[in-house]
């Protein structure tokens, strides 16, 4: 399974962007996906996570603020980011087939880069 992460970019605090980890080599449609972030100095953390039957697990610094979402039909998992903060900004990182859900999984895209501006 090949990930591609998109939709990253600079949004001024408080705005909004959403990333699409489209697929290709394999269907996700029975994969757990989640999405990681990766500021600089500090480690991945798990921002969200859906397993397969849609359910859901989110960080608690972004409960409320990002949704997580997946569509079968085109292959592709998605996040919904509102209410950006500065601190907010990383690259993210899509990940596909958990091995230990909702923390550990084996397959991984590029990430994409989100800046969030004061």
């Known amino acids: 399974v090949q990930l591609q992460a998109s939709g990253g970019g600079v949004v001024q605090a408080g705005g909004s962007l959403r990333l699409s980890c489209a697929a290709s080599g394999r269907t996700l449609r029975s994969y757990a996906m989640g999405w990681f972030r990766q500021a600089p100095g500090k480690q991945r953390e798990l921002v969200a996570a859906?397993?397969?039957?849609?359910?859901?697990n989110y960080a608690d610094s972004v409960k409320g603020r990002f949704t997580i979402s997946r569509d079968n039909a085109k292959n592709t998992g998605n996040l919904q980011m509102n209410s950006l903060k500065p601190e907010d900004t990383a690259v993210y990182y899509c990940a596909a087939e958990a091995v230990n859900w909702p923390s550990e999984y084996r397959y991984w895209g590029r990430g994409t880069q989100v800046t969030v501006s004061s």
């Open positions: 859906i397993t397969s039957g849609g359910s859901t």
